[in-house]
């Protein structure tokens, strides 16, 4: 992968790693549930902590600013965002995030540093790997609370997959969570 294609699609996934941080933020005052609370909240320090080191590796192709390169892959990617904001059950919330956003993130990620082209150096490479081991692990406990919401719902695995099917419809409409083919390079008029 290229210079270009790797900033676009480190860009895009840095999107929704921000996106993620303020949506599964917002949610943490209103969870009863102190387990899936303090989950919510490391997971959205986390995903913050992620963007900013890993926007360390965006290019800097001048004069545009590596922040020019953060932007939604497609001009659908906010309504997946607001699918999964929606809810207000903790269950629903829990299964948009870990068993949609959260997987697909870590397979752009992995991806990204599969075949470390001109555009992906070994910092950027241990970079990635690092976030993939951070958010994967909450990735597992998170599984493993929705799992344990599902045991105690009525109903909770059809509610869980339904809202699941929402998110995922959404996300397909957009295209996918990262850009297809090389990206286009940002204009030095785009907004930072």
Sequence with gaps: MGAVATSAHLGASLWWCEELFAVVGAWVPSVP??????????????????????????????????????????????????????????????????????????????????????????????AVRRARGDVGELGEEGEALVQAHVAVADDGARRAGHHVGVVEGALVAAGGLVPVGPGALPSPADPV
Excluded: K
Aim: charged share 20%.
């Design 33 to 126: 549930e102190a387990p899936a609370r303090a989950h919510l909240a490391e997971l959205s320090r986390v995903l913050g902590e992620v963007a900013d080191q890993l926007a360390a590796h965006l290019a800097r192709p001048s004069p545009i600013e590596a922040r020019a390169w953060v932007v939604a892959p497609s001009a659908a990617a906010p309504r997946v965002v607001e699918a999964l904001a929606a809810p207000e059950a903790t269950l629903d919330r829990l299964a948009g995030v870990h068993r949609v956003l959260v997987p697909r993130l870590l397979v752009a990620w992995a991806a990204l540093v599969a075949e470390p082209g001109e555009g992906t150096g070994r910092a950027l490479v241990r």
